[in-house]
């Protein structure tokens, strides 16, 4: 092993970072010319929201990227914010912060290893190949030591792997598990063959809800790379607006980043449209991995029976199956997609907490939840759409 020292640096912006350098450690595996496992922590998405204004100023998402240098040789960076509170994170804190500032603490500012506003997993903590074990763990001491020597609260990795968060937990960190629900393409020669594994009668509520779905008297379009423009971004920010507001009070995203995301991430995106007259009435915002379709935000400028299943759920299942992925991902909650096929998965993070009582007060409770999460994964795929041999294969 290279004895020689591993320099941790934190960074307020991505700008003296260069992108070969961060995606090397971010996506190695685009080396081979393919895409990423994912494009979110790549230094054109992170940037993307930066330069946006998305993150930054006023956001409570201040970047705080860490870097690991060897020799003058990036070997490992990870996507670090100081958070003002703990909106946009979907693996939530808010009891803990709650219980912490009752008892007299402060909860803010914590440090948060993550991809805003983005409730997909993938590494958080990004190494060349060959650096995985030292450059995890000059990562997590480096952030630990900074949140430490700032007398913060706390600092959480969300979303990371299942991987990674059991090489923290070996590391010292909290491991937390709770659960989202994910489709997996089981070799589908097409969507047909993906509703010959459901129930009678759940096969026929989806075939009913596509039928409804398609009434509008329009068509839909499946958008990407080349095929989006500009004018594509007017209409799905009027959409991703309505719905930003009714669930969150105002959208994280500005429309700054959508105008960037058509220079530089148009080929990681799938825009699924329902057009009326040409004119576009609803969208669905995919980003595509190399091997998942990470479902992202929908909207509409009016309603049309089960448009929201058909954009979201079911056009992203016919795309996966016809390019091979190997899994949808349909962000953050809903019950409602287990009916459609998505089942809960487990979902991981990982947490280091300050104060000691605190510490293990967390800690007892992390392994009570991830008891209930183990139970309610298995008694929820039990209620999925799926024919009980399928059901019985799958656990």
Known sequence: MDGSAIEITAHASLSGIDPSDWDACAAPECADGGPPQDPFTTHRFLKALEDSGSVGRGTGWQPRYLTAHRDGTLIACAPLYAKGHSQGEYIFDHNWAHAYENAGGRY??????????TPATGRRFLTRPGQEVEGMAALVQGSVQIAADNELSSLHATFCT????MAGEEMGLLRRT???YHWENRGYADFDAFLADLSSRKRKTIRKERERARAFGGEIVNLTGDALEPSHWEYFWRFYQDTGSRKWGMPYLTRAFFEIAQETLRHDIL???????GTPIAGALNFIGRRRLYGRYWGCSRHVDCLHFELCYYQAIDWAIARGLETVEAGAQGEHKLARGYLPTPIHSLHWIGDPGFR????RYLVAERRSVDEEIEVLTGYGPFRKAQVEEQQ
Do not use: H, R, S, W
Not at 108 to 117: E, G, N, R, S, T
Not at 162 to 165: G, L, R, S, V, Y
Not at 360 to 363: E, G, K, L, P, R
């Open 162 to 165: 299942e991987a990674e968060a």
């Open 271 to 277: 825009l699924c449209l329902a057009l009326d007259g």
């Open 178 to 180: 709770t659960q989202q």
């Open 108 to 117: 803010y500012p914590k440090l948060q290893i993550a991809v805003p506003f």
């Open 360 to 363: 293990d007060a967390v800690a």
